[in-house]
């Protein structure tokens, strides 16, 4: 037997010249992305009718591979790293976390237990134990006690996990009808969907109140579990809000805390978007309570210039997690997992397998530096904060609610047509682009500072636009 039938695989050398190609490729998108339009005008179908309806049976050359990125990929993408992106949030890349991720891709490893890559556990606790000093989270959450940090792919995974302790703290294996769960209804969707994916029904979800700035009301919540409670119901989680995917609405977290205690409830606060914030001590209070939360998550993803996907969740038990997502079959059997000293990440999250992820958050935060870091938020908050107060001088356009970060919500004073048509205006311009929510039946426009890109002149220009066509 020989290799003359095996796969035609690239030799290192390959790698290394196609590798800096595709480097090179990637470096001229960046250059050249303030030049196309934030949003592509392909219809629907266009991408595909540009693909042969076979896949090809022969190898293809790799310059003709990385040809068709600017042919049928590049004209149908929306640039979430383009400087006029102003929509949802933003999505974090830097050029260490990118470099980090063609590194761990390269690697090839998978770090479900500690023993099939010791690196890729050690490192993740003790980046999350990095992360947890930078945002200046309570001890807690760090790994040297019963709790620690792990990184999920998504905050939707890090909630759905929280639940998932939590139902196992109120109810073990189950059943599980008499359990609830409460958050306001600024909530992320992914509440919901962490109540239907955990086998709950959605009205086992209650919804609390918001006052006027769309922070939870604590003593709606304490009526609410009250009359749970007194039903003989089982309260099991609360969810805060670090940050409402709407309008970044902090909820306060430390009377929720109090609340959820007296009946024993896991408390979640997330903070998808809004925690990289803690980075700033002069936004340190927007954590308060988070010393009392049970679990916490934020996305580097978003706001903190990592790619997707990195989301960190941190719990201050990590007991009830493990307990209630470890199962060991005899193939996964093995010395260190025995011996009990050591982290099995595969027991904190749903999917065995994991990517090393952790390796992108080590070079961004070594290569950033912690005052990187907190540079990074503090210009773009403080760019917000600018475009906030043009707004709020104009005499066609409203704030629409708080803004103590990143996000800026408004609309215009005649009403949600006039709404409508102005953000339509701005991103037919192809120059910006910024997405809309509803805030008491309202049609808000948001305007999210935060892509690695985004610079003073590009929030002056987005003024512009909207100061002509308001
Ligand atoms: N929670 C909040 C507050 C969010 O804003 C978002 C997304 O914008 C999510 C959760 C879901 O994030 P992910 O895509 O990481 O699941």
Redesign the pocket.
Known sequence: MDDTDAAPHWTPDDFRRYGHAAVEWAARYLETLEDRPVTSDVEPGWVRAQLPASPPDAPEDFAAVLADLDRVVTPALTHWQHPGWFA??PTGASGPSVLADLISSTLGVQGMLWSTSPAVTELETHVLDWMAELLGLPDRFRSTGAGGGVI????????LCALIAARWRAAGDGPFDRLRVYASDQ?????EKAVRVAGLHPTQLRRIDVDDAYAARPDHLAELMAADAADGLVPALVVA?????SSTAIDPVAPMADVAAEHGAWLHV?????GAHLLLPELRWIGEGLDRADSF?M?P??RLLTN??C?CFWVADRRPLVAALSVLPEYLRNAATESGAVIDYRDWQIPLGRRFRALKLWFVIRSYGAEGLRRHVRHQTALAQDLAARIAAHPRLELSAPHPLDLVCFHHVDGDEASEALLARLNATGRVFLTHTRLDGRFVLRASVGTQATEARHVDALWALIDALA
């Open positions: 949802y949030f999920q792919d998504a905050a939707s995974s890090a909630t909530a992320h969707s992914s509440v809000n670090l940050g409402t995917t997330d903070g998808a978007h809004a998550c996305n993803h978003k997707f996907d989301d």
